[in-house]
């Protein structure tokens, strides 16, 4: 529940989109007329909520990998994201205005969407392979994880197995250890898959 009303929302419409664009700090002026709310407050107000050019819809899949983009390429380890550069970005690529708080939260939810697909399967024996970017997800970077059975009790001691990355699914391939001396002969085992 918002602690603005729409009697205190109409009062910062109509100061902002009039005598308020004149003034140096008009969220200061506005909290001395409005004394229940900060300055700080209203300007997050008007800034996220009631400035007539944000757009408030959900993102279009096309805005999330820009943002997806623009990020990775942008951001340092050293320096803070410019976020207001990213919403410039939006603004000129699709023509709308995102609040800046709402683009963060894109890129948020992506980081922890990342950390989640990363994280060991809760069905036990059973492993992670990750396969890279599928071939439509190339461009946002999302990866693909398959969960396949735990076989390692199958596989004689001695193999080292390799994980291929792939934008395709492929099968971890076997690759028999140099020194190996079976104990029984590899090629008549079944097939894995």
Sequence with gaps: MSIFDLKTDFLIKEFMQGEGRNIRNPYLELSHRIPKFTAEQISHRWNYKLHPRITNGPFTKEEKRCIYQWVK??????????????QKLLEKKFHKVRAINRIQGVWTTYQRLLKNRVKKPEIPGTSIIDFGPPQDDQQSGITTNIVLPNISHLIPVGTTTTTIVSPRPLLPTLI?????QPAMNISKMMPLF
Aim: proline share 5%; charged share 25%.
């Design 73 to 86: 390429r942008n951001s340092k380890t050293s320096e803070k994201i410019k976020w207001s550069n990213c």
């Design 176 to 180: 028999p250890n140099a020194n190996f």
